[in-house]
């Protein structure tokens, strides 16, 4: 049964994959994705229970390992996945247009598109469930190779650029991490681990103090470094604005709620073993440094902004940033403030990129300043995309609101008022900049320039998923009894 | 054991210089034959570790390693380049003279930084170690100087091919299956830049990185 669960998150995208590959994109095979997405969803909850109540579960020598922290992730990687991959049909339908022909280029990157996503699907389920520092690392790998082509899907030229920089920026990134990781074993294997103990992830926190302090710092740093460049840190993030604009929204969606909630979970991974063998100090020093610097960045750039998609795009960068500076922090409280919030952002992030692809296939644009008035012309559309906006903004009752105000407490109680003032004073410059931005696209007066309406509302299929996602964000920030248990022991494994 | 170390000494030198001569070559036909010699002497280390340290399973790697590294992906790049026009690197941000300097510079950082590395470790290949870290820095400085694209992959390999060589020299390999699993990643990443150079061609003419313009703030 443990095995059967370990394996499915894997197994199922893998087989959606194949039949994408054999058969195409046809109305048989296009919920093949969500239903790949479902079952990672059910062995996540499944994996939740059985780790709660019987402690982690390791499989093939623990290359593969179930914790609590383990099925959270699967549990945000089917969920958000459930929401891409629902909505796929009509977004691709969209793109091409309605008097497009279903000719052969278009069958044909659809079929690349479904056997991409189901593939990145695998990918992310591989990378939450590495118990094994060598795993993880292929698994981000993966996830960069797979999303390349997803992220050129339109094959514009903007969108080959974008597909190059995030290629060549994010494979230099995991390089570093690599080195890191070569220079840990090493120290690992002074250390006296066997080959295959030196890279595990539960075996080198336990023998931590026995690793060389000079050297393991120097692996911490550039593992940190690498896998940061995934989760959108400074200083490798420019692939990350470029990458969401260009991908598909349901891939944008994918990328901001779990890649690189995934790739974080790894520097959480990591700083367990540093912190026992450095002190808190170390890490904490490198994680406020990376999450301020990329709160800063994205303020910044937010206050200009004339791209929506974009525009999103730094949103998340500004919530990674609050996310990292969460993790120095480090405390009990901290952690799991910090689980909530990944849970929370990407589930509304999710629903604000696969609404802005909506946005842009009714208006043909991504610039704010060519959509005025969207809230008189498409109610629909410009209710669930404040909503969602309002949650990442962090207002209540949304669980965004509880999350941070919990980081805020944990800050303080830790002695980081400094640092932590700075992080949120930031992130009220970006929170001016968003609503200034989106006030100027849904309000206004419909005569005065907009566009006609657009006659293709949001159906009911395309709308019930997004306000689905929307009020489980709201019933979050009432109450997390339903992960607030997965929560509070993930967090106990991550804190110190 | 000591002409073991020679031998060693020697195939990391061959390694580093190749790096070198990466740098100072525009042409990127020469630089695509530098790329091969460097893979083949990455192999050669493997193989000299692998007689030092009686480990055989390392022979099956530096076969896998130069076939990979020596063979297919400087083949994939010569293709690359037989199919594009001017095949010099015309307007890179740093001239040679600059570039080898700097080169002199990143190897004797190499060498301070991972002096903590080589003094745990204390062996006889532990000191060739810092070649290999050289060897990374100087792909970092060929991504960042470059422009042409192909330029820019040569760099990323040349990145990879150093961090291989310090996995080597540390630690004589990571465990094999890891090692696979990383070779393989790096064939597909190559694979990816290659379609990805390609489609750019068709969408942009040649492919210097500054007619990448579209995306910015």
Known sequence: MNTLLLLTPLAAPLLAAALYAAFGWRRATAHADTAAAALILAAGIALAVRVMRHGSID????????????AFMLMGIGTIALLAAATSPAYLAAAHGPDAEPGQITAAANRRYGALVACFLAAMSAGALAGNLG??????????????????????????????????????????????????????????????????????????????????????????LGFGAKAGLAPLHAWLPDAHSQAPAPVSALMSGVLLPVAFIQILRV???????????????????????????????????????????????EHMGLVTVGA??????????????????????????????????????????????????????????????????????????????????AGFAAGLGWPVAAAFTLILIALAALVTHTAAMLLGNPEGGGRPA??????????????????????????????????????????? | ????????????????????????????????????????????????????????????????????????????????VAARATDRETRPLMNVGASLLSAAVLVLLAYAVSQPLVRLLGTASARALPMGLAVALIGLLILV???KALSQITGFLLLDNGITAIAFLAAAGVPLLVELGVSFDLLLAVLVLRVLTTRMRALFGDTDLDDLRELHD
């Not at chain 1, 499989?59 to 383990?70: C, E, I, K, Q, S």
């Not at chain 1, 890490?283 to 303020?299: C, D, N, V, Y």
């Not at chain 2, 630089?31 to 192999?43: H, N």
């Open chain 1, 328 to 409: 120095a922090i480090g405390s009990r409280l901290a952690m799991a403030a910090v689980f909530l919030h990944i849970a929370g952002h990407g589930l509304a992030k999710a629903v604000a990129f696969i609404t802005s692809g909506h946005i842009q296939h009714a208006e043909h644009t991504t610039r704010i300043d060519q959509v005025k008035a969207l809230a008189a012309r498409q109610p629909v559309v410009a209710g669930i995309f404040a909503a969602a906006l309002l949650a990442l903004l962090g207002f209540p009752p949304f669980s965004l609101f509880a999350s941070e105000l919990a980081l805020a407490r």
């Open chain 1, 454 to 496: 657009a006659s293709d509302a949001l159906n009911l299929t395309a709308r019930t998923p997004l306000i689905t996602a929307l009020v489980a964000v709201g019933a979050l920030g009432i109450s997390a009894w339903p992960i607030s248990s997965l929560i509070a022991t993930a967090a106990q494994g991550g804190a110190r």
């Open chain 1, 271 to 317: 700083k367990t073993i540093a912190d026992d063998a450095l002190g808190a100090g170390f890490t904490r020093a490198l994680l406020l440094t990376m999450g301020l610097s990329a709160l800063a960045l994205a303020a910044l750039l937010l206050i200009a902004q004339r791209d929506y998609k974009r525009m999103l795009a730094y949103s998340t960068m």
């Open chain 1, 59 to 70: 499989l093939l020598g623990g290359w593969l390992r179930a914790d609590p922290l383990a």
């Open chain 2, 145 to 147: 100087t470059r422009r």
């Open chain 2, 1 to 80: 054991m000591n002409g073991d170390a020679e031998l060693l000494d020697l195939a990391a030198g061959a390694f580093l210089l190749a790096a070198v001569g990466v740098l100072w070559r525009r042409d990127l036909t020469a630089q695509t034959s530098l790329l091969a010699v460097q893979g083949f002497a990455l192999a050669a280390i493997a193989v000299i570790l692998g007689a030092d340290q009686a480990h055989p399973e390392l022979y099956a790697v530096a076969a896998g390693v130069g076939l990979l590294r020596g063979a297919v992906l400087p083949a994939l790049m010569r293709r690359a």
């Open chain 1, 135 to 224: 795993l993880a690392w292929i698994a981000i790998e993966a996830t960069t190779i797979v999303t390349a082509f997803l992220v050129g899907h339109t094959g514009t030229r903007a969108a080959v650029e974008a597909a190059w920089k995030y290629t060549v920026i994010c494979s230099v990134g995991i390089a570093l991490a690599l080195l890191g990781i070569i220079v840990l074993y090493a120290a690992a294997r002074h250390a006296g681990l066997s080959e295959s103990a030196a890279l595990d992830f539960r075996t080198l926190a336990a023998h931590a103090h026995a690793l060389d302090p000079a050297v393991t710092r120097m692996a911490t740093a550039l593992m940190i």
